[in-house]
């Protein structure tokens, strides 16, 4: 083989760790031994109550997006802290335009006018008015602003042709947000909107979540570096990359441990040194349905076993453990059952190691392009592509690296359904966006 490739396959891992293999407690809820066939939604249930927390730190807002509010945030005083205008007008006392009509004007003495970003001069007499901009302050007892298109000046007086109300045109000195009200809630997510908000706010520092570190194994002596060159029966190592780029999608710091190339005591060895600098590990290419199940012996020789095997179809074997209170989860090789299995189950445990409310896939209409086989003793995840409002299923075979490309989605057949039928409606999950965790409520009046 190349140097550069015999180079990439000497591993660095921390020399001298021994983590003492253990047995599973007997008043944990697994103590009668992992489950061997669950759902998608046994194995969310269980990774969500083995997640553990993360840190909680201070951030400045710039450096803040993406991140997960440790603690909520609230407002220190009354925004904007004073009444403001929505439009170019006059500022009046809304008692004085009443009865105002075009053909019957009221006529106002013009006081002035108001400089945005200055306080209002001095406090508006009776039956008068002063010119305002957009965002300027409203002067003491004024109520309302008058719209230039329902004004007219005339030097020394203003003709107000329409009457308005207490409150018109006017945002109130709190209506944006009050003194200790919540702003953002513990465990929402911050976008760049949102650290808009918060500089709008003057607060410039928040308690957020560290971010989780992800170590990633890949296991198998076919594998080679995506930047080698495979020899016939060899081929090139792609889910380390995938599980980063998806980490980072989530919110959480993906660290690369390479590839096991010699069998247990390679990935035993690896796996420790993981163990001792991340707060979960992923573990891709162990998971097998027959001897070569590497990663579910390695993980019952240090900690213990919480779930091996998944009941749905097409089948996937997936390994969930704890070494040392970390969550240690082995994935099948094939991308596509990768992609679909951090998706479904391991994007779960990234979010609650945040803190966070888990997002879910935002889903969407197509009409079934062929009939979809169901077998209702088992749940199915099928892979699809859209074409013109039609779903269709991809080849599922083995190996296939360009799926990933095309799967625009993915189709799910609960247990007890045998199928769906050509032509029929079903709902196919965006795998290119998730949906918000949960929205503030809007201010109310």
């Not at 004085?96 to 019957?104: E, H, L, S």
């Not at 971010?211 to 296991?219: A, K």
């Not at 992609?339 to 209409?365: A, D, R």
Request: hydrophobic share 40%.
């Amino acid at each position: 083989k190349p140097m550069d490739f015999m180079q990439k396959k000497a591993r660095v891992y921390s020399p001298g760790i021994n983590i003492q293999a253990h047995n599973s407690m007997p008043d944990r809820e697994d103590a009668a031994g992992p489950v061997c066939s669950a759902t998608i939604d046994d194995a969310v249930r269980l990774i969500r109550r083995i997640a553990p927390d993360t840190k909680v730190e201070t951030r400045y807002i710039d450096e803040s997006d993406g991140y997960t509010l440790g603690a909520p945030v609230y407002c220190r005083y009354d925004i904007p802290g004073f009444n403001r205008s929505t439009k170019d007008g006059y500022a009046v006392k809304a008692e004085d335009t009443k009865g105002a009509t075009p053909q019957n004007p009221v006529k106002l003495l013009y006081s002035g006018l108001i400089h945005n970003g200055h306080s209002a001069p001095k406090v508006l007499g009776e039956g008068s008015c002063m010119a305002i901009a957009t965002g300027g302050a409203l002067p003491d007892s004024s109520d309302a602003v008058v719209m230039h298109e329902n004004a007219l000046f005339r030097e020394s007086f203003v003709e107000i042709s329409c009457p308005v109300f207490p409150g018109d045109n006017v945002i109130r000195e709190d209506e944006d947000a009050k003194t200790g009200e919540i702003l953002f809630p513990e465990g929402w997510i911050l976008r760049p909107q949102d650290i808009g908000v918060l500089a709008g706010f003057g607060i410039c520092t928040v308690q957020v979540r560290a971010m989780p570190v992800i170590g990633i194994l890949s296991t198998g002596p076919e594998l080679v570096p995506a930047d080698g060159r495979p020899a016939k029966g060899e081929v090139r190592e792609t889910n380390s990359y995938l599980i980063s780029a998806l980490c980072r999608k989530l919110g959480a710091i993906p660290r690369r441990y390479g590839i096991a190339w010699e069998g247990t005591k390679d990935l035993s060895e690896m796996l420790c040194a993981g163990v001792m600098e991340c707060d979960a590990m992923i573990i891709s290419g162990g998971s097998a349905h027959d001897e070569r199940d590497l990663t579910a012996e390695v993980i019952s020789r240090h900690g213990s076993i919480l779930l091996s095997g998944l009941s749905i179809s097409p089948r996937k074997k997936m390994v969930i453990g704890e070494i040392e209170g970390k969550p240690i989860i082995g994935l099948p090789g094939h991308p596509a059952s990768v992609y679909l299995l951090l998706l479904l189950v391991v994007s779960n445990l990234i979010q609650v190691m945040k803190g966070s409310v888990t997002h879910g896939l935002i889903k969407e209409k197509a009409i079934a392009g062929v009939d979809l086989k169901a077998h209702p003793d088992r749940e199915y995840h099928i892979p699809v592509r859209i074409d013109k409002d039609k779903a269709f299923p991809l080849d599922r075979k083995a190996g296939l690296v360009s799926l990933l490309t095309h799967c625009d989605g993915i189709v799910h057949i609960p247990q007890g359904n045998r199928g769906i039928k050509k032509g029929e409606m079903l709902e196919v999950m965006d795998l290119t966006g998730v949906r918000s965790p949960f929205h503030l409520p809007l201010h109310e009046e």
